[in-house]
């Protein structure tokens, strides 16, 4: 049975381990934060399952009529991005923003609304600092001998309550996830670092601090964004399932424990993206960004309409058999659309201003999303009801208060139709720049293809090979 209530958005909090009503403490604005990515390479869809889901729930929270505060910081100093800036010889700022950009692009192509804040931590060294002398002063952390300092979880007695990970359990996770250096001089295995004394691997990447050079610990960043943007307490904290231990409960201990007040009401997080079993993941190999997919044909409303289908909390498994059936489940909302009436859809603004009361048939499919953001149900209750729309006994105005509620529940998802369903013809030119990439590649000059390929990627087409040739399609 539903829990959801007239006009209220209910959600799982892991923290409770309930149902939870969002609604915004301060000023009518919900604050919200969301780790963000770390900009070392392409983010994969499994990052995207996150960042699609946190978009959902800020779509469906301010179509329900709350504004909200997003922010969603950049990782763009820690193990990964100094070692992959080093690998490709660049600067790290070099490097980070060239990672930042395609994630930014990726963003658009998924239609994910903008952060209002998306702080790096790199400009953020002082604000951590501070944390790092607040957390010293107040007993809560100690300095170590090669200038690193460590918190001292020992000195916080809500350690564990988000993850509900026993003590034993917490000091044997963290120190599968310490490196040797960060194991110097701890006084406790599960201690973690705060900030880490310089080292040789570090190059030219380090900051000065009352402790010496060096640079912050990934943890450290999210608690002094929170607080420089959201203050020390705030709505909602969201993140993937892996950051509950010991990234978020490292973040509760040092914000805790320096304001001394509560740190984020509820907490929001996102089950995995799965391929064969296992978690979709840059480490193992078994990674799809979106660019690979569109190699393979599947656009990214295609990828996005995907990632909601499956509810948040259930791990999903990642197949190409299910962008198909994603694809031709757009098809299905592009005919419903032209059977009322077609045209430009509202923009998202427009669904906004109109508000989600009086959705008449759509009603079902709004609910849905109310009661935990419950994407299959959702989904399920939308073509229910776009199956059973006759629009032949419609008057004009029933027809278009029948689109409008459509296209609220349809922006709350977040979802884009295309533009037709027939495939975009190439022009002459670009089946002709095809044909040669294919008479270089058959005659094995790969430079002579690779130069076809990335005039047709500039002139906007991703080229296929076939067994029997090549397919064009456009981007
Ligand atoms: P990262 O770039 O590794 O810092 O991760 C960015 C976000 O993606 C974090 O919220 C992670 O929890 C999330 N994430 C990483 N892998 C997956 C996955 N396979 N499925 C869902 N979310 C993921
Ligand atoms: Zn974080």
Same mark, same amino acid.
């Given at each position: ?50 960042f ?35 690998? %490709? ?30 702080p790096s ?5 002082? @604000? ?7 957390? +010293? ?27 509900? +990970?026993?003590?034993r ?10 490196? %040797?250096?960060?194991?110097?001089s701890?006084?406790? +295995?599960?201690?973690?670092?705060l900030?880490?004394?310089?080292r ?11 402790w ?16 420089e943007?959201l ?12 950051l ?6 490292n ?17 929001f997080?996102?089950?995995?993206l ?16 979106l ?22 909390? @259930? ?5 190409i ?11 299905? +909302?592009?005919?419903?659309h ?9 923009s ?19 609910e849905?999303?109310?009661d ?7 989904l ?58 294919? @008479? ?9 293809a ?9 002139a ?7 067994p ?8």
């Amino acid at each position: 049975m539903s829990d959801a209530k007239d006009n209220c958005l209910f959600l799982q909090d892991t923290m409770s381990r309930g149902k939870c009503e969002v609604f915004a403490e301060k000023d009518g604005v919900l604050r919200f934060y969301c780790c963000g990515p770390t900009v070392y390479g392409a983010a994969h869809i499994g990052n995207f399952r996150t960042f699609v889901a946190q978009d959902l729930f800020r779509r469906v929270t301010e179509c329900n009529g709350l504004k909200t505060l997003h922010v969603r910081n950049l990782t763009d100093v820690d193990d990964k991005t100094i070692r992959g800036s080093v690998k %490709a010889g660049q600067e790290l700022e070099q490097f980070t923003t060239y990672w930042t950009e395609r994630f930014h692009n990726d963003c658009e192509k998924l239609g994910l609304l903008k952060p209002h804040v998306e702080p790096s931590a790199v400009a953020h060294i002082a @604000q951590q600092i501070q944390l790092v002398e607040n957390l +010293l002063q107040r007993g809560h952390a100690y300095t170590s001998e090669d200038g690193s300092v460590y918190f001292r979880i020992s000195s916080f007695g809500e350690y564990g309550k988000l993850s509900k +990970l026993k003590s034993r359990d917490l000091s044997a996770g963290a120190s599968r996830r310490t490196t %040797a250096d960060d194991e110097y001089s701890k006084e406790s +295995l599960g201690d973690f670092a705060l900030w880490k004394g310089r080292r040789e691997a570090d190059g030219e990447n380090f900051w000065e601090s009352p402790w010496g050079e060096g640079r912050p610990g990934w943890h450290l960043e999210c608690s002094a964004m929170c607080r420089e943007y959201l203050g020390d307490s705030f709505d909602l904290h969201s993140g993937g399932e892996d950051l509950v231990f010991p990234h978020h409960e490292n973040e509760i201990a040092q914000s805790i424990c320096s304001s001394g007040k509560p740190f984020a009401r509820h907490w929001f997080h996102i089950a995995h993206l799965m391929v064969d079993g296992g978690k979709m993941s840059k480490s193992l190999g078994n990674m799809y960004t979106l660019d690979d997919l569109r190699g393979k044909g599947h656009d990214p409303e295609v990828v996005r309409y995907a990632l909601l289908s499956g509810h948040y909390r @259930q791990p999903l498994n990642f197949t190409i058999s299910s962008l198909e059936a994603a694809r031709s489940a757009l098809g299905k +909302l592009l005919k419903a659309h032209n059977l009322l009436g077609g045209g430009d859809p509202p923009s998202y603004e427009e669904s906004l201003a109109r508000g989600g009361s009086e959705l008449g048939p759509f009603k079902a499919a709004w609910e849905a999303l109310l009661d935990d953001l419950n994407t299959p149900k959702a989904l399920g209750a939308l073509f229910s009801t776009v199956n059973n729309i006759d629009p032949e006994g419609l008057a004009s105005d029933e027809k278009e208060g029948l689109r409008r509620s459509f296209w609220f529940v349809l922006n709350a998802f977040g979802i884009c139709l295309p533009k037709t369903d027939a495939p975009k013809d190439p022009p002459a030119e670009i089946k002709e720049l095809a044909e040669k990439r294919l @008479q270089a590649r058959l005659a094995k000059n790969w430079a002579e293809a690779d130069k076809h390929r990335e005039m047709l990627d500039e002139a906007g087409w991703l080229v296929k090979d076939l067994p029997t040739g090549f397919e064009l399609i456009s981007k």
